[in-house]
């Protein structure tokens, strides 16, 4: 399988900041996803990105394919956006998803 | 649609009972995983079905572990005998055409083995 990296692994934000978190990967891949994993334990899909930008709200996401990689952008953080954020990514060669360790956002006001 | 639906949501048990762990997936996916999440290990794919069929089980960890998906709209993972290591949070997935669509998650089953 490939290997999915994240960083940071743990971020503390002051509501209102903004961030950027960051998936690699180490091989082509044709299916990417973003989760918030909410303190409750559900997964929430956030985007399904295998390239290129999406916007929702407050959240954006871009994967660069090419470089192996993709951002998760949160701006003007809210509590609520606490939580650990995954990234997971299909290979090409394969059909399931792999995921990284995630990043594990808390959000003080 | 409801979603991957799972139950129990909670199960306590103790060593050497079997579990049985229950899924019922987003009406017409075609593709139906199962992971396992702990602290040590992270999410790991257990293994996944497309078409009912069993594809890819080369994550489950040892011979009690078991699944099966008789129909589309349901799968069991088994575990017989279970052991306290075995306690962690179990998803289920599913997707359509899991190459090129998205997959959604179950809210999971937090397993406890006393």
């Known amino acids: 399988g490939i290997q999915v990296e994240q960083s940071p692994p743990d971020l503390i934000l002051q509501e209102g900041a903004n961030s950027t978190l960051r998936c690699n990967f180490s091989?082509?891949?044709?299916?990417l996803q973003w989760f918030h994993q909410n303190p409750w334990g559900q997964l929430i899909n956030l985007f399904y990105?295998?390239?290129g930008t999406k916007q929702n709200g407050r959240l954006s996401a871009t994967t660069v394919a090419t470089e192996r990689y993709s951002l998760l952008y949160i701006s003007s953080s809210q509590t609520t956006d606490s939580g650990v954020y995954f990234c997971a990514a299909c290979p090409n060669t394969g059909n399931q998803f792999y995921f990284g360790t995630g990043t594990s956002l808390t959000v003080i006001p | 649609d409801a979603g991957v639906i799972q139950s129990p949501r909670h199960e306590v048990t103790e060593m050497g009972q079997e579990v049985t762990l229950r899924c019922k997936p987003i009406s017409g996916h075609d593709y139906l995983f199962w992971y396992r999440q702990t602290m040590m290990r992270g999410l790991e794919l257990l293994i996944y079905f497309n078409n009912n069929v069993p594809i890819d089980d080369s994550g489950m960890p040892e011979d009690r572990f078991s699944a099966k998906m008789p129909n589309a709209s349901f799968s069991t993972l088994k575990i017989q005998p279970s052991e306290p290591r075995d306690s962690a949070v179990y998803f289920c997935?599913?997707?359509?055409?899991?190459?090129?669509?998205?997959?959604?998650f179950g809210q999971g089953t937090r397993l406890t083995v006393v």
């Open positions: 997935a599913s997707s359509f055409l899991a190459r090129q669509l998205e997959a959604f």
């Open positions: 091989d082509s891949v044709n299916n």
């Open positions: 990105i295998p390239s």
